[in-house]
């Protein structure tokens, strides 16, 4: 199956400071989404993004789905920027034969 | 998007036995999936639900483990089976609408003692 992996493995910012988290991926995708887990356990939707670029205020998402990688970016963190970001891809296959992948994720420690 | 609710929210229950834990969705969705999160770690696909069929399990999960049911298109049980301390997990439901984003509900905390 697809391989998905996930760099650095564990950040720690002071807050105000800017981030990059890269996802690699071994095969063509139809769909990647990267999600927030927040420290109760939540997944949250930050980013459907199989390709191209998005912004949603201080975070966006680059996918190079050629090159099979995709970068987030944090911009002026702050402490509930905390938690565990994951990557996650599905494909080559369509349909109900489809399903997402996780990454290993990127635990990220946000200090004031 | 789809707002998912999940029951119970968390449990500690004793080795040997059982727990159900109930996906209820607000909106009729195609494609419904149970993943588990052990500590620590990353998720992983158990199995899809397939409504009015029996689900479909990843490598490494059975369904005499996991039993799944899917009823109707809104609504989802996943059953953890003579539980052990290994069990222990969060378990997260999830959904697909439209084209390939998925949503996830809160998650079932599991502690098996």
């Known amino acids: 199956g697809i391989q998905v992996e996930q760099s650095p493995p564990d950040l720690i910012l002071q807050e105000g400071a800017n981030s990059t988290l890269r996802c690699n991926f071994s095969?063509?995708?139809?769909?990647l989404q990267w999600f927030h887990q927040n420290p109760w356990g939540q997944l949250i939707n930050l980013f459907y993004?199989?390709?191209g670029t998005k912004q949603n205020g201080r975070l966006s998402a680059t996918t190079v789905a050629t090159e099979r990688y995709s970068l987030l970016y944090i911009s002026s963190s702050q402490t509930t920027d905390s938690g565990v970001y994951f990557c996650?891809?599905?494909?080559?296959?369509?349909?109900?034969?489809?399903?997402?992948?996780f990454g290993t994720g990127t635990r990220l420690q946000v200090t004031l | 998007s789809a707002v998912i609710s999940q029951k119970p929210s968390r449990d500690i229950c004793q080795r040997g036995t059982s727990l159900t834990i109930q996906c209820q969705v607000d909106?009729?969705?195609?494609?419904m999936f149970w993943y588990r999160q052990q500590p620590g770690q990353s998720l992983t696909l158990i199995a899809t639900?397939?409504?009015?069929?029996?689900?479909?399990?990843e490598s490494g999960f059975v369904i005499d483990k996991f039993p799944i049911s899917r009823p109707n298109l809104t609504f989802s049980t996943l059953t953890v089976s003579n539980m052990s301390p290994e069990d222990s997990s969060i378990y997260l439901c999830?959904?697909?609408?439209?084209?390939?984003?998925?949503?996830f509900g809160p998650g079932t905390r599991l502690t098996v003692t």
């Open positions: 993004i199989p390709s």
């Open positions: 996650a891809v599905d494909g080559p296959q369509r349909g109900t034969a489809s399903k997402l992948t």
């Open positions: 095969d063509s995708v139809n769909n």
């Open positions: 909106s009729q969705v195609t494609m």
């Open positions: 639900a397939n409504q009015g069929s029996e689900a479909t399990y």
């Open positions: 999830s959904v697909r609408q439209a084209a390939y984003e998925q949503y």
